[in-house]
């Protein structure tokens, strides 16, 4: 158990619908980044939030979107669902001290399926 | 990003030693070298993190080349709870951008 929590766990939805997913972190933690993680494959990086700002972000489309909140926890929100945006989300909460960022701990993830 | 290539499966029999190899050639001096693991059906889960020396946790150890440009992670003695996806991870220090590639399979025989 790593205190990373996630929900939904499963979601059904349908093409051009829109979905928000939720993620909260670890006591302690200031930081949180967002995976997508298709069959398969190893987790791509979305974004990563520090203090309520996006402080880094990967190589998906605007349509995704993230907020953190002041207890640092943080949603995950994507427009206009493709069937491609089929996939496990993973959400990882770690420490910003200074100029180090300490090791991630991941949640179990929410399964989006788009039909 | 700099990457990594890591062997896409290895086996290994229940209480023997297992070493999972990782090349990262064009690592840059900033780079940390992460391991996280991943069971099925669950998140990633960190391993082991290391700069230039060598590393040990209650987990794991990892053997950094003199040069850097590789690794392995090793561990002592493999029990059936070990079988994951070995993922092989180089980060810049302070961003908490991971980059994921393929990870070894390991397989843990009875």
């Known amino acids: 158990e790593t205190g990373v929590t996630q929900s939904p766990t499963h979601l059904i939805k349908t093409r051009g619908q829109q979905v928000t997913l939720r993620c909260s972190s670890q006591?302690?933690?200031?930081?949180v980044s967002w995976y997508q993680q298709a069959l398969g494959q190893g987790p791509q990086f979305i974004f990563q939030y520090y203090r309520e700002e996006e402080n880094g972000r990967g190589n998906f489309p605007p349509r995704f979107s993230g907020l953190q909140f002041p207890n640092y926890s943080s949603e995950l929100n994507v427009n206009a669902l493709e069937l491609d945006d089929s996939a496990l989300y993973l959400c990882a909460s770690s420490r910003l001290v200074r100029d180090t960022t300490y090791e991630q701990y991941f949640g179990p993830g929410t399964r989006l399926t788009v039909t | 990003d700099a990457k990594t290539t890591q062997p896409n499966s290895m086996e290994s029999n229940e209480e023997e030693p297992v070493h999972l190899p990782c090349n990262h050639s064009?690592?840059?001096?900033?780079?940390?070298i992460h391991w996280y693991r991943q069971l099925p059906s669950q998140g990633p889960e960190y391993v082991i993190h290391?700069?230039?020396s060598n590393v040990n946790n209650r987990m794991a150890s990892l053997a950094i080349a003199e040069d850097r440009k590789s690794s392995t992670l090793i561990l002592h003695r493999a029990t059936l709870r070990d079988a994951a996806v070995y993922y092989c991870i180089l980060r810049v220090r302070r961003t908490g951008k991971l980059i994921f590639g393929q990870g070894t399979t390991l397989q843990v025989k009875p």
């Open positions: 064009t690592i840059s001096g900033t780079d940390y």
């Open positions: 290391g700069l230039t």
């Open positions: 006591s302690g933690h200031n930081t």
